[in-house]
């Protein structure tokens, strides 16, 4: 069973600071964003590996879609040329491959850290 709580909390998180590090300059450290929020998310679980390891895949996946889509936005709003994605999406699915797993490892972590560390 998936807890909307830690995911929601989670992609919030991750979302914010994505758009954090980008504001400020720092767009390729845009990753660290979605770490912190599966960690986050996962953390919130606290429940078994496998859960955090679920929790933490989706929170990446579904926070990097939102994000992209919320860059989509405020670059038609503004008029803003932008590559087609067309022509980039086989790196978008492999960005979004990478932050998805990378989102499972950090979910473990945040699951673990909760499990093993804090009782």
Do not use: C, E
């Amino acid at each position: 069973m998936f807890n909307f709580k830690s995911i929601g909390f989670g992609i919030a998180v991750a979302v914010l600071l994505y758009f954090t590090f980008l504001t400020f300059g720092l767009g390729s450290m845009g990753i660290l964003g979605f770490v912190l929020g599966a960690l986050f998310g996962g953390y919130l679980l606290g429940g078994s590996l496998k859960d955090g390891a679920t929790h933490g895949a989706i929170i990446s996946f579904s926070g990097y879609i939102i994000a992209l889509i919320i860059i989509l936005v405020i670059a038609n709003l503004y008029s803003v040329q932008t590559t087609p994605l067309t022509t980039r999406w086989l790196n978008l699915v492999l960005i979004l491959v990478i932050y998805t797993f990378i989102g499972a490892v950090a979910g473990t972590l945040g699951s673990l850290i909760k499990n093993k560390v804090v009782k």
